[in-house]
């Protein structure tokens, strides 16, 4: 199995930044890529960054791109996401996914997950 948990959410205004990080430890050799997906109140949780361990491709969700960068450390078996220049439609529950393979951006590609970290964004 793999475990994952997250840190580094917290509470900020619109235009400020926040790093989040994901620790994972076990049999992370199974994994290929790692992404965030967040999920705000009443709805379903969405794709937000991914990043393929081996070669560091990745690939961002429209809303996102731009603000957001995800980079990895594979010594340290970390994943962190970068966010910038928040909005209040970034307010969510974040989530770090772990994947064996399929499609980066595919909530069912991802067979663990953290127990996420609540990013808030007042305007």
């Known amino acids: 199995q793999v475990q994952l948990v997250e840190s580094g959410g917290g509470m900020v205004q619109a235009g400020d930044s926040l790093r989040l990080s994901c620790a994972a430890s076990g049999r992370t050799f199974t994994s290929d890529f790692m992404g965030w997906f967040r999920q705000a109140p009443g709805k379903e949780r969405e794709f937000t960054a991914a990043i393929i361990l081996s070669s560091g491709t990745t690939v961002y969700a429209d809303s996102v791109k731009g603000r957001f960068t995800i980079s990895r450390d594979n010594a340290k078996k970390m994943v962190y996401l970068e966010m910038n220049s928040l909005k209040p439609e970034d307010t969510a529950v974040y989530y770090c996914?772990?994947?064996?393979?399929?499609?980066?951006?595919?909530?069912?590609?991802?067979?663990?997950w953290g127990q996420g970290t609540q990013v808030t964004v007042s305007s």
């Open positions: 996914g772990s994947s064996p393979g399929g499609v980066l951006g595919s909530y069912n590609s991802y067979n663990y």
